[in-house]
């Protein structure tokens, strides 16, 4: 499974982002998908989850009520939409795919990632 995550960029504090992350596989929908992100100088952190039907999703504390993640099975798409971004929100993004469920927290593949940089 290739994962491309597009969609990164610049943006003010309190703006809006959409980023995408296309998987080449036709069992898409057997996959769960994550998204991840990794600070300057620091560890790459869990941001959300979401299961292969959709029906459990779940979100780190820190973006909880600001960024939704959604999944469009026939287009081999999940999607992470950010509002009200802060500064601190400033990192590489990566999905990643999972055959265990989202609960085992073991991602087998992993897209390249893409850049998302808040000004303040």
């Known amino acids: 499974v290739q994962l491309q995550a597009s969609g990164g960029g610049l943006v003010q504090a309190g703006g809006s982002l959409t980023l995408s992350c296309a998987a080449s596989t036709r069992t898409f929908s057997r996959y769960g998908m994550g998204w991840f992100r990794r600070a300057p100088g620091k560890e790459r952190e869990f941001v959300a989850a979401?299961?292969?039907?959709?029906?459990?999703?779940y979100y780190a504390d820190s973006v909880k009520g600001r960024f939704t993640i959604s999944r469009d099975n026939a287009k081999n798409t999940v999607y992470l939409q950010m509002n009200s971004l802060k500064p601190e929100d400033t990192a590489v993004y990566y999905c990643?795919?999972?055959?265990?469920?989202?609960?085992?927290?073991?991602?087998?593949?992993w897209g390249q990632g893409t850049l998302v940089t808040v000004s303040s």
């Open positions: 990643a795919a999972t055959q265990y469920g989202i609960m085992v927290h073991i991602y087998d593949y």
């Open positions: 979401i299961s292969e039907s959709a029906g459990t999703i």
